[in-house]
């Protein structure tokens, strides 16, 4: 008699052990994985806590997006909207950075983490009332394939100043920002109750395991999978029974 329940047991053991080892190596990428498709912020300024503005309710949004140290920190770009809930007055460049205007204020403006200072001054007259909203995006290298060599991250910093270029609500001026830390993912700040700053992203991944770690976990996985196999291949010798006649 041929021993067919234990080959079928083998085979599930089998299938067990790769399905097994599949699951591991996707646990292992997923928390390894950055965010492919860069990181995604909105922004939201309530105009009810800034003060009467000095020149016909003009303000000065100055938009930042700058590396901690060069060279040493690893390329990222940024792109943000121009809010459009006000009249925008002008848009001053500074740095790795450009707009899509043409003909008029732009709607866009991107920079990149490669020089000192990059910066973007957006001057707009506030609608009484009305919420100054955009969004922005930080992707590149830094984020999609972080190297972990890096000697700092970035900080894309959100600062609010009258036209005079005084700050307001924060010594300062700057009311929030994002640290693109080093593993890819963001870290929101905000420093005034005026600003929100939703973050679109998921949750980081919980920490990777160590690679000691998954070597124990492979190998103890595969020892119980040899006894298995060996208790297996015994249960499946056949038997022979003397029977007295």
Do not use: W
């Not at 105009?47 to 040493?72: C, E, K, R, W």
């Not at 955009?134 to 700092?152: K, Q």
């Not at 270029?165 to 001026?173: E, R, V």
């Not at 070597?215 to 499946?236: C, D, N």
């Amino acid at each position: 008699m041929k021993p067919t329940l234990a080959v079928s047991k083998k085979r599930s053991l089998s299938r067990l052990l790769a399905k097994t080892f599949a699951l591991v190596a996707l646990v292992f990428a997923f928390a390894c994985s950055p965010h492919a498709d860069g990181l995604s912020y909105n922004v939201s300024i309530d105009t009810s806590y800034l003060v009467s503005p000095i020149a016909a309710g003009s303000y000065l949004i100055d938009l930042q997006f700058n590396p901690g140290q060069l060279p040493g920190t690893q390329l990222a770009f940024a792109g943000a909207t121009v809010p459009d809930c006000c009249n925008i007055d002008g848009v001053g460049l500074i740095g790795d950075t450009s707009d899509n205007a043409v003909g008029g204020p732009p709607s866009f403006i991107n920079f990149d983490n490669q020089s000192a200072l990059n910066e973007g001054v957006i001057q707009l007259d506030i609608v009484p009332n009305t919420p100054i909203t955009f969004g922005f995006n930080i992707s590149g290298p830094a984020v999609d394939t972080p190297n972990g060599t890096s000697r700092s991250g970035t900080t894309f910093s959100i600062g609010l100043f009258d036209p005079y270029f005084d700050p307001i609500l924060t010594s300062d001026g700057v009311i929030g920002l994002v640290n693109l830390n080093l593993n890819g993912f963001g870290t929101v700040q905000t420093f005034s109750p005026a600003i929100t700053i939703t973050d679109l992203n998921p949750p980081p991944p919980p920490p990777v395991p160590e690679p000691s770690t998954l070597i124990l976990l492979t190998t103890g996985l595969t020892g119980t999978v040899v006894l298995i196999r060996r208790k297996s291949s015994h249960s499946a010798t056949p038997r022979v029974t003397n029977i007295s006649l």
